[in-house]
């Protein structure tokens, strides 16, 4: 077998090009407290069931705001108060309606992140294919670029005045 060639062990982990990919189906238990070390192999199937948990539990509690914001908003009632007591309300209302927005585009990254999990490319870099690092990754388990590319990007952008 050539080192390119995908390899499949009995769990259904996949190793492509000397990367770990995760199937949505594999369960890794994991020893109470673990946190992934740089003194274990990149991305191997233990750190990836570690992000894969923390984005999972992650997107959970956004779903479950997302909800709760909704109830809120549903319960509410309209027709109390005078002029002054309603336009708080509206304007409350728009702060949990764009709050609801930025989780709604947070749960598209977290999906992102959990498909780049099961498909080998997770933690790293997607312009420059290096490692993105643990300590970013735990920090930030959406991140898709590597600091280096992040401060690029970023300069750019301000460089365009965007």
Partial sequence: MNSTASHTADNGITREDGRYALPAST??????????????????PRQLAYFRNKLKEWREQLVEES???MDNLREEVRDVGDEAERATRETENSLELRT???????????????????????????ETDEE???????ARPIATLSLD??????????QMGD
Avoid at 31 to 44: A, L, Q, S, T
Avoid at 132 to 138: A, C, E, P
Avoid at 149 to 158: G, I, N, P, S, V
């Fill in 100 to 126: 609801r927005d930025r989780y709604r585009k947070l749960i598209s990254k977290i999906d992102k992140a959990l498909r780049r999990i099961e498909e080998g490319r997770y933690g790293f870099c997607e």
């Fill in 149 to 158: 590319a992040q401060e690029r990007r970023e300069h750019l952008q301000k």
């Fill in 132 to 138: 993105i690092g643990v300590d970013r990754l735990d």
């Fill in 27 to 44: 369960v890794i238990d994991l020893p109470k407290g673990y946190k992934p070390g740089d003194d274990e192999e990149y991305m191997n």
């Fill in 67 to 69: 909800r709760q914001t």
